[in-house]
């Protein structure tokens, strides 16, 4: 049997322009919010409210790592429905391939300190 109303629910909590990107980005690792927030070039603020509605929609979970938190998709089927709209990572993308991750301009969280942004591209 299907679950029409959790198909919904899942659809009405991605289904905004940022909140999709959340998911796209999420889709390759978990993030904390000053990465999103350098990523997206959008406020902290309003990242962590689009945040809370993903979290709210069980759509996400948060993970805390020291001081940081950091954000992971906590629902398989986002990360599928962002794949068909959007096509499958590229193995260089993949979650699993550790080092593949580029630093954002403007974050300062652990995994960009570590990780220098590249000049060239």
Do not use: W
């Amino acid at each position: 049997m299907r679950d029409y109303q959790g198909g919904a629910s899942l659809l009405k909590a991605i289904a905004h322009p940022v909140r999709l990107q959340i998911v796209d980005i999420l889709r390759r690792s978990p993030e904390c919010v000053c990465h999103l927030s350098a990523a997206l070039a959008r406020s902290q603020p309003y990242i962590s409210q689009q945040l809370a509605v993903l979290r709210s929609a069980g759509v996400i979970v948060d993970e805390r790592e020291g001081t940081n938190v950091f954000y992971r998709l906590s629902n398989a089927e986002a990360a599928h429905v962002v794949e068909a709209m959007f096509g499958s990572l590229p193995a260089a993308d993949a979650a699993s391939a550790p080092g593949n991750r580029q630093a954002v301009a403007g974050c300062t969280c652990p995994k960009c300190a570590d990780n220098p942004v590249s000049s060239g591209a």
